[in-house]
């Protein structure tokens, strides 16, 4: 197999975007499905995709195509690519993973049962400066890593307001899933360490159920319930004794949109949003910037995720990390709403 042939399942606002990028990169797409018939009308007509469903199970049940991208609400991460796996399509599925750890553990178990692969959309990974911050922590550049602040917040930003986003049995969460899963992914990742033990957290809904803060990203449904949090912050220990203050907001009296990890270590310090490491040598404090220039972390995934179908390279995302990420997040949540320490050992299936 020289190319791979792809079915994209969800045409809304991020299936576009990977139906976009794919066609940039020169990828077959075969086919698309989505429950909206604007949006097939759309991916037809302006995309210029011949086949259309409305059932997933039509798309993945196509003999010419390989491999899936899942671009749905959260709920149904777990059963549309378990039944894609089972299929004999590879896999990657839009982050989070899924609801919980065990959705994510079962996944894993599908994809190594169907002898087919699964990678998770976890976007940040493959910006430049993320790999270029992972291999000063791998080199020992920073020392030991032990404290990671983390944090995306937006002013205004709550996507589809009343639509799966803001529906807790849809989408699990609210930011704490939707966009915290990039930040604490993004920290333990570039330390290298998914060794987490316990977390006390806290979530807020004071904007959202107010019809304040709305954004732009999604569909709003008028009338639709908002019955997730608006903002939430989590401390998580790791089992090595550091600790990430995490923090994913849509919508707060802020002066701005902002995304950064801070990683403190021993030997020296990384600030994402600066683009810099700090060290100190022979009393000497010595900032050093660094310039990526342009990237495409998109277009990074979909080539990396092509080379996998291809056998060329394994899944940046591994089995143990998206577990254990999906945990720490759902015992923050669990923490959250019993107002008590959670173990992460007790929602880890």
Sequence with gaps: MNTVRIGVIGCGSMGKFHINTLKKIGAQVVAVCDIDEKELRYAKEVLKIENVYRDYRDLIARSDIDAVIIVTPNYLHHKMTIESLKEGKHVLCEKPPAITAKQVKEMFEASQKYGRTLLIGLTFRFRKLSRI????????????????????????????????????????????????????DLAMWVTDNFNSKEVVAATYAKLGPKGLGKGTWGKP?????????????????????????????????????????????????????????????????????????????????????????????????????????????????????????????????
Aim: net charge negative; glycine share 10%; no cysteine.
């Design 133 to 184: 911050f992972r291999n000063y922590v791998i080199e020992g550049v920073i020392g030991e890593p032990y404290l990671i602040k983390t944090y995306i917040i937006r002013r205004a930003g709550i996507p589809g307001y009343g639509s799966w986003f803001t529906r807790k049995e849809e989408a699990g969460a609210g930011p704490l899933y939707d966009i915290g899963v990039h930040a604490l």
């Design 221 to 349: 449904v008028p009338g639709g319930p908002f019955n997730v949090e608006d903002w939430a912050i989590a401390f998580i220990r790791m089992e090595n004794g550091a600790t990430i203050f995490l923090e994913a907001g849509w919508a707060g009296h802020i002066a701005k949109t902002e995304l950064n990890v801070i990683i403190m270590g021993d030997k020296g310090g990384l600030d994402y949003k600066e683009s810099a490491l700090y060290k100190e040598e022979d009393g000497v404090l010595i900032d050093t910037k660094i310039n990526v220039g342009k990237d495409d972390p998109l277009m990074e995934e979909l080539n990396h995720f092509i080379r996998v179908v291809l056998g060329k390279e394994e899944p940046l995302t591994k089995p143990k990390e998206m577990i254990v990420l999906q945990a720490t997040l759902e015992a923050a949540l669990k923490s959250a709403e019993e107002r008590r320490l959670v173990k992460v050992n007790e929602v880890l299936p």
